[in-house]
Every structure is written in structure tokens, then in C-alpha cells.
């Protein structure tokens, strides 16, 4: 008996969900790097207080998510999970409103520290790149119901999402400590 028939994309989402994050990385890397500053409004200097604070949010709603589905509350875990990606949506919308004005910050440090800021952010960078296919992909299959593969991904969707996020953290702090 043939198959019921099934759409591509719903069977294999990887191309499109690939697809989609390196159009989105590759518009992130010119954004930062080679568009140049233009000016802007005053207020986009609060931008990367409000990133970090989404960051850490979504660092929080991550730990409780994954709390919540090794103690089987899975509605619980659902819920926290979606509020982790929405603070990430926003994160997101935020990093590109504040880097279309601003480009990359210098981190002025010498010392220890440079080399130190500099593990960071670069590994914060490339897993945040690897981070956003996973994430989609880890939500394409939950919100299928699809649990088994849902389950597969996650487990390195959560470590590679939550260490981007608290590194998020931590360069926002070593950048404002030092440019203060
Ligand atoms: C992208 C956000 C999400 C992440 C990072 C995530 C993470 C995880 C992780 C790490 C596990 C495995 C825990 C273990 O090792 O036992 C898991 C399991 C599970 N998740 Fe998620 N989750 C997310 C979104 C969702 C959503 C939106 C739903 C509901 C629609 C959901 C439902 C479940 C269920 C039912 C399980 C248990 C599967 C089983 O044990 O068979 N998750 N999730």
C-alpha cells in the first residue's frame, strides 16, 4: 500500500530550516561588519541593555523548560520553552535595530582580559550561528508532535542555546565595563 501522501518540507524541514538560518547569518555578518554606521536616534543606545536582558530571560525560561520536562510537566515545559524563543525573537529584532545604526563594538581591554573576551565572543558568534538552526528544527518537530525527534535535537539544542545566551550576557558586561 503507497504511503499517505506527505509534503516534502513537513517530512524533511532541514533544507528550508538551513536555508533560512544561513540567509538570516549571512544578513547578520553584513549588518555588523560592512553595511557602516549611519546616525541614529538617541535612544538606540539602550539597545544592547534590552538585549542582555532578553538574553538572560530566555537563559531563565530555558533552565525552568528543562527542569520542568525532566520532572514530566510538559505543558509547564511547552510554555517556557515558547517564552525562551519569543524573548529570542525580540533579542533578535532588537541586535538588528541597534547594529543597522551601529556596527560592531571595539572591546578596548588589554591584558588577560583580551584574550579572555575575545574566547567569548567568538564562541558565542559561531554557536549562535549553529544555535538558530537547531532551534528551529527542535520547534518544527515539538510542535508536530513529533517527540522522538524532538528529543534527539534538544539535546544539543539546549546547551548550544543556553551557552549563547549567557555569553550574550557576559560580553555586554565585559563590553560595558570596559567602554564605561
Ligand atoms: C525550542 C524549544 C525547546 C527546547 C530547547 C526543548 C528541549 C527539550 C529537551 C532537552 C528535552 C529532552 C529532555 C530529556 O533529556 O529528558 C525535551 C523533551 C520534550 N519536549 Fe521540548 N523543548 C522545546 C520546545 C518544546 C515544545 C514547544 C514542546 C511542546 C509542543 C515540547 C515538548 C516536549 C516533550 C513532550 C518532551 C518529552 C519527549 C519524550 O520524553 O518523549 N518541547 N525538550
Redesign the pocket.
Known sequence: MAQPATSDLSRKPAPAILTLSAIIAAFLIWLIYFKGRVAGPEWISILPAVNAVCNSLSAIC?IF??IN??RYN?VV??RF??S??AFSAIFLVSYITYHYFHGDTKFPGHGIVRPIYFFILITHISLSMVALPL?LG??WW??R?E??F??KI??W??PV?LYVSVTGVIVFFMLRAYTA
Open positions: 530555558l523548560g528543562y520536562i525532566r510538559r515545559h511547552q520553552m515558547l525562551a524563543t532551534i527542535t520547534l515539538a510542535l508532535s517527540f522522538r524532538h528529543k534538544a539535546r539544542t539546549f542555546w
